[in-house]
């Protein structure tokens, strides 16, 4: 075992509230995420509406707070009139961005209805690549507003009649990246996001509004789209966005499950970037972070390549997850609390099937991905208050960042419930890592469970006919020790979540 690893923790020294939307997912147009995914009519388990309830359930698990819809790059080639109306009346489409056939069988208003089924509530996007200020100001008529108008009133007449007031809104998606379509330049996009955000706001001032920032940290164009971006969208926007996937396919472990480092950089750059632009504007709002795409994803890019384009639904981006992979959700979702006081909403990408911690077969089972089990538990037991995390942990180098702490972890001290959880990494994958929990302010308390997601082989995955060889346990040994301190024992390479009842 390695030296110890300490957390002290007070309930009065707090980063801040954990906004339930950090646990957002994401559907798009693209594989099988919609097709095969949330709806497949003739599936045994469809609905009447043909969503699996499979797949229901599987969603309703993970208490998804909101899922953003249709895209990603779809969306920046996508006429949203095309999936509204009758369905048998909808065209099919040449999909550019991932060069498939959209064949428009679910559109908005089944989305709506899906998200109701699902306990959730819709984050849109807008195409700010083909299209722009006319097209969105339409879509949030049709969508929010309440009747006698030409696209309220259509929407009535599709059978929709109540509006759907979906409150949150993104414009546009990964406007910095020259794949996208319709791909601009930061001011081009500053100014097209500060122009439509104001006409969708007078159609209903109640929304918020995403601007899109970063694609990944690598970006040429990063930080600087978002000072330009923000100096000209600041009166506009209440949120910029952020992306950003890993991947191991240098098969170097160590160095995977540091990539969470980068992650609390970006963050507090673009923080550091949105207090720049308040500061210039001599602003009053602040502009908080939607990590509206995050996630592991790059298993399966060798395989994509080898698609024919213009199918239906093609089994695109179907990275079959493994434990290490597992890991780095963990790192990932830490990162995004450790920054709870600015990071508002996040959407790990996507839900289903699509760089997804559930999968299906058409016509057969759906099951849980390894990564399913962090995102559930940081869901389910990470909803309070983050506070400030104390922490030494022995360190070591890898191939691309230094002094990298074995230990990732923070505590959220959820009041109302009485509870306390830590979730913890190990990232040592040669040895278990002792940890000490001092949780001096706090009383009594008991633990109440250690939740531990571990396996000898980090490239374990779940499939359809072995979908549990990777599943969380409850024999962690998190335990109250002489002194009032909390001790546990990590196991190399594992997911922890320590729960601490208040008594
Ligand atoms: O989530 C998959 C794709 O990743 C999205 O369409 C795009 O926004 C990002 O590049």
């Known amino acids: 075992m390695t030296d110890k690893a300490t957390m002290i923790v007070d309930k009065d020294f707090q980063i801040g509230e954990v906004d339930k939307r950090i646990y957002g997912s994401f559907i798009e147009h693209l594989g099988r995420a919609v097709y095969g995914g949330i709806y497949e009519a003739d599936h045994p388990q ?10 229901l359930e599987l969603v309703k698990g993970l208490d998804v707070p909101i899922v953003r819809y249709p895209g990603g790059n779809f969306v920046s080639g996508y006429n949203w009139e095309d999936g509204v109306g ?4 909808r065209p099919k489409r040449l999909e550019l961005a991932w ?3 959209e064949p428009n069988w679910i559109g908005f208003n089944e989305f709506m209805d899906w998200c109701k089924k699902a306990n959730t509530d819709a984050m849109m996007a807008v195409n700010l690549g083909t299209r722009g200020i006319d097209d969105a100001r339409n879509l949030i008529e049709y969508s929010n507003h309440k009747s006698g108008s030409y696209w309220s009133d259509l929407r009535i007449q599709h059978g929709y009649k109540d509006p759907h007031n979906v409150k949150t809104w993104c414009l546009g998606n990964e406007m910095d990246g020259p794949w996208q379509i319709g791909h601009k330049t930061s001011v081009e996009y500053g100014r097209l996001a500060n122009e439509t955000g104001k006409a969708m706001r007078w159609v209903d001032p ?6 899109s920032g970063s694609s990944f940290i690598g970006m ?30 240098q098969n170097d472990t160590s160095n995977f499950l540091a990539q969470s480092i980068s992650m609390d950089s970006y963050i507090n750059t673009v923080i550091s970037t949105c207090d720049y632009v308040q500061a210039k504007k001599r602003g009053k709002k602040k502009i908080n972070l939607s990590f ?18 213009w199918q239906i639904a093609p089994p695109q981006l179907e990275d079959v997850y493994n434990h290490e992979d597992a890991l780095v959700v963990g790192c990932m979702l830490i990162s995004m609390l450790k920054r709870a006081d600015r990071v508002k909403m996040a959407c790990i990408a996507q839900l289903v099937n699509v760089i997804a911690p559930i999968m299906t077969q058409n016509g057969g089972p759906a099951w849980k991905q390894t990564i399913y089990y962090p995102y559930m538990h940081a869901s389910i037991f990470g909803r309070g208050t983050v506070l400030v995390p104390l922490v030494k942990s022995p360190k070591h180098d890898t191939k691309d960042f230094t002094d990298v702490p074995y230990l990732e972890t923070v505590a959220v001290h959820n009041e109302e419930k009485e509870e306390v959880t830590i979730f913890a990494v190990n990232r040592n994958i040669e040895e278990a890592l002792p940890f000490e929990i001092d949780l001096r302010s706090f009383g009594a308390f008991t633990v109440s469970e250690h939740i531990v997601l571990e396996h000898e082989d980090l490239k374990m995955t779940n499939t359809a006919e072995a979908p549990n060889r990777v599943t969380p346990h409850t024999s962690g040994n998190a335990a109250l020790a002489d002194g009032g301190k909390i001790q546990a024992t990590l196991s190399k390479a594992s997911w922890n979540v320590i729960r601490i009842k208040l008594t």
């Not at 109640?206 to 601007?211: F, H, N, P, Y």
């Open 220 to 249: 040429p164009t990063f930080p600087e789209w978002e000072a330009t971006v923000l100096d000209l969208a600041y009166d506009t926007v209440d949120y910029v966005s952020i992306h950003q996937y890993y991947g191991n396919s």
């Open 99 to 101: 060069r498939t056939i």
């Open 206 to 211: 109640t929304i918020e509004l995403v601007a």
């Open 86 to 89: 009758p369905v048998d009346q």
């Open 46 to 55: 469809a609905d009447e509406q043909g969503f699996r309830s499979d797949v």
């Open 292 to 309: 509206d795409e995050w996630n592991v994803w790059y298993h399966s890019n060798a395989q994509d390549k080898k698609l024919d384009p």
